[in-house]
């Protein structure tokens, strides 16, 4: 079945760029959904159809996506930005809605 | 507004059975796509199941045959019907609403319940 690959954690300073990976076969061809997760609550979609950015969250989040990775990048980082966040795909071959393993940004 | 609350989580020993339910607000869930995500103690997103708009129904390898989706329209309900409880089906059950289709984002979460399969 279809994999998502990020890796499990990302470290950047106040005021920094935080990029996180997620690494697909070929995933430039599907649509990707970037959500943020704080403890204790449930996610939030920052990014959508790859560019996408929803009502209510910063331009500093933005996402691209070519050939085997989508990439969500968070421009000069806050404190409040620290979260885990999960990429998203849905696999037409096998129909399952498929999540990366998720990214702890520590700011 | 838009608002989704999960019940029906608890402790239920292995082999079980569980039935969660999805109370919704502010819109019908008959015209949605609608899933199932489960987060297991410290771990990941887990899709579960998906019912579209025309009922239609998809589950993930690990839970299918096991599980059922499906929906209460006089309650403006979805319902996750859980068999053959396992160990590893312990997490926080979340229902997630689609803003579009099978492969649109999800748009409103609820706050999640709490399934526990021990003995």
């Known amino acids: ?107 | 507004e838009v608002h989704l609350v999960e019940t029906g989580g608890g402790l239920i020993q292995p082999g079980g059975s569980l039935r969660l339910s999805c109370a919704a607000s502010g819109f019908t869930v008959s015209n949605y796509y609608m899933s199932w995500v489960r987060q297991a103690p410290g771990k990941g997103l887990e899709w579960v199941s998906l019912m579209h708009n025309l009922g239609g129904t998809y589950y993930s390898d690990s839970v299918k045959g096991r599980f059922t989706i499906s929906r209460d329209s006089s309650k403006n309900t979805l319902v996750l019907h859980m068999n053959g409880l396992r160990a590893e089906d312990t997490a926080i059950y979340f229902c997630a609403r689609h803003h579009g289709d099978h492969g649109s984002w999800f748009d409103s979460w609820g706050q999640g319940t709490l399934v526990t399969v021990s003995s």
């Open chain 1, 1 to 107: 079945s279809y994999v998502l690959t990020q890796p499990p954690s990302v470290s950047v300073a106040p005021g920094q760029t935080a990029r996180i990976t997620c690494g697909g076969s070929n995933i430039g061809t599907k649509s990707v959904h970037w959500s943020q997760q704080k403890p204790g609550q449930a996610p939030v979609v920052v990014i959508y159809y790859d560019i996408e950015r929803p009502s209510g969250i910063p331009k500093r989040f933005s996402g691209s996506n070519s050939g085997d990775t989508a990439t969500l990048t968070i421009s000069r980082v806050e404190a409040g930005d620290e979260a885990d966040y999960y990429c998203q795909v849905w696999d037409s071959t096998s129909d399952h809605l498929i999540f990366g393993g998720g990214t702890k940004l520590t700011v």
